[in-house]
């Protein structure tokens, strides 16, 4: 199947493996890298069949954002559930899928926090179909501009992981209401700085640990390092320069989902 689209076709970018995973090649797990959102990933998919068989990243490929020109052109390797949670998600897939799949119960909590404009038009269109537990963590401007004139049905906790700039003011207004916990592992500069007015005690560490923002990694390294979740920072873009100085501690199943993983095959 993999032969019906080219390289080209997927990006124009050639990517390779960076040394720590070269160096753990061995280890590489298929559903990992499938979900990878860097977008030199499918290039390195397609381009190493050896190592990434078709049927072995089947599972991960709806949910990967950089999949999306393949998913367009291979649509039996569409899994549902996974698609419907992909933030690219294209008008003309998300068309393909509301007739081929959708059934309101199953879908309506994947589709309520896809950021994708296809899903975010449907939902301001349709706002019976909008979980608002859900919706509260759409990181779609759209959808953070309604959930402001919305505010009574606003879930305050999944807000507090909510990276846009909006949601993020919104959360300034009631700080009382943020979930620091969830806030914790908000990569927005600005909720990091928010985060900091809270006693040290209120920061979930654990949390932190799957900030991608790389001052929050710079300030856990510093303050906490013995409470890394290892997990979480595996796949932690901004923690490589960590990983790969400790290369002992790493979660070699959920590294092949860290974007970092890839450099530019020059």
């Known amino acids: ?14 990517g390779k493996l960076c040394p720590l995973a070269e160096a753990h090649k061995s280890q ?3 559903y990992y ?25 089947m ?12 998913l367009e052109k291979n649509k039996s390797f569409i899994i549902p559930n996974h698609l419907f949670e992909n933030p690219n998600l294209s008008q003309a897939l998300f068309d393909f899928a509301m007739n081929e799949f ?8 994947l589709l309520s926090s896809n950021p994708s404009d296809a899903v975010v038009n449907y939902l301001l269109n349709n706002t019976d179909k909008i979980d608002w537990y859900y919706f ?13 004139k919305n505010k009574a049905n606003i879930n305050w906790s999944c807000l507090s992981g909510n990276t ?19 806030l914790s592992l908000n990569s927005n500069p600005q909720a990091f700085e928010l985060l900091l007015t809270f006693p040290d005690e ?26 890394i979740n290892w997990h979480l920072f595996s796949k932690n873009p901004a923690a490589m320069p960590y990983l790969e100085a400790h290369p002992e501690k790493v979660n070699f199943t959920v590294f092949w989902e860290n974007p970092a993983i890839f450099v530019i095959d020059e």
């Open 1 to 14: 199947m993999a032969s019906s689209i080219t390289v080209a076709q997927v990006t124009s970018v050639s």
């Open 28 to 30: 590489l797990d298929l």
């Open 33 to 57: 890298i499938s979900i990878n959102t860097n977008p030199m990933t499918m290039d390195y998919i397609l381009r190493n069949p050896k190592h990434c068989p078709m049927y072995g990243i």
């Open 59 to 70: 599972c991960g490929l709806s949910r990967n954002p950089g999949a999306i020109t393949f």
């Open 102 to 109: 959708y059934s309101n119960y199953y879908y309506k909590e």
């Open 136 to 148: 509260s963590k759409n990181t779609n401007e759209k959808a953070v501009a309604f959930l402001k």
């Open 164 to 182: 846009r700039d909006g949601a993020i003011r919104l959360l300034k207004e009631r700080p009382e209401l943020i979930d620091v916990d969830q």
């Open 202 to 227: 209120c920061i979930n560490y654990n949390n932190l640990s799957g900030n991608t923002n790389p001052e929050a990694i710079a300030y856990l390294i510093k303050n906490k390092p013995e409470e």
